[in-house]
């Protein structure tokens, strides 16, 4: 059984009244070449926002529905119209990261290397990699990690409907290698990704192949 003793007063200060957010973090432990940062100085909050008129047409728009849970792959995406989007939504750009704020035990996390910009819910943190620090492939792997995501989970706030804000977020400690070996590590992960779509695509293909056989073979 995990406990912990918090203070009246830490209660007060931090209203917070989930049991989640004071449980003890986990530590990583990481080698010599990893050394341990936290997430806000490898990004800035991109915080600008828009509403949509019905003159806005073929919009790129981003809901957490169309963000798939701990692959991060885009999921059921068509552009909307403006009249089909009712609330005020945020702008993102190509090389940002898509951050789920709502339930974040889902982890959803996408990269957007693909669209040149669009807008999301305001449900999503939108996170501007500093490319002179951190490889965006990098970082958008990482928080989607399980033992990130963990850490994350526990500054959890909200019963009903559990967020993370992003001045908890920034304060999630990462472990960041060289710029170098950051690289390294991306162009593997791009290789798997590949490796991945590569995959589905032939899965998709499975069934139509299968009936294909059998029709062929009675004709």
Not at 45 to 70: C, F, H, P, Q, W
Not at 167 to 190: C, G, T
Request: hydrophobic share 40%; proline share 4%; aromatic share 8%.
């Amino acid at each position: 059984m995990i406990t912990n003793i918090i203070s009246r007063d830490d209660l007060f200060i931090k209203n917070v009244w989930s049991v989640q957010f004071f449980l003890p973090k986990e530590e990583l432990l990481t080698n010599d070449e990893f050394k341990l940062v936290k997430l806000e100085t490898l990004v800035s909050e991109r915080r600008e926002s828009i509403t949509l008129s019905d003159a806005d047409k073929n919009i790129n728009y981003i809901g957490l529905e169309n963000i798939e849970a701990k692959t991060g792959r885009i999921a059921s995406f068509s552009p909307k119209q403006g009249e089909e989007i009712k609330s005020t939504c945020k702008r993102f750009y190509k090389g940002d990261i898509l951050y789920g704020r709502l339930r974040p035990t889902l982890n959803k996390v996408y990269f957007n290397d693909y669209f040149e910009n669009g807008v999301c819910t305001t449900e999503i943190i939108v996170l501007s990699p500093i490319i002179e620090k951190v490889n965006p492939v990098y970082l958008s792997e990482l928080l989607r990690t399980d033992a990130i995501n963990r850490n994350i989970v526990g500054l959890i706030k909200g019963a009903a409907l559990p967020r993370i804000a992003m001045a908890d977020l920034k304060q999630v400690v990462l472990p960041i290698p060289s710029l170098k070996k950051q690289n390294q590590i991306a162009e593997e992960i791009l290789k798997k990704r590949r490796e991945l779509e590569e995959h589905i695509r032939l899965a998709k293909e499975i069934p139509t192949d299968i009936d294909k056989y059998i029709t062929d073979a009675y004709k």
